[in-house]
């Protein structure tokens, strides 16, 4: 069924900056992005090479909820 005809609209995607990460994370940057290359963190790439990370993902690392590759659920 489609958000459409149920008469919701679909949530917009939050994408973070890696420093906006690094800050909730406690993290360093460079840490951030280690993750990203060598446990999968899965980024989205701007059209000038730089990365966002999607809030959603985010929120489930501060929460102990992600594993390799995606967030539990």
């Known amino acids: 069924m489609s958000s459409s005809r149920t008469g919701t609209l679909p949530q917009p995607v939050v994408l973070l ?3 906006e990460v690094a800050g ?5 940057p460079k840490t951030l992005r280690r993750w990203a ?10 059209l000038g090479g730089h990365r966002r990370y999607r809030e959603t993902d985010v929120d489930a ?4 909820e992600y594993r390799k590759g ?3 659920r």
């Open 37 to 46: 290359l060598e446990y999968g963190l899965p980024c989205v790439k701007t």
């Open 61 to 64: 690392i501060a929460r102990g």
């Open 17 to 19: 900056t890696p420093a």
């Open 24 to 28: 909730r994370l406690r993290v360093d």
């Open 70 to 72: 995606k967030a539990r």
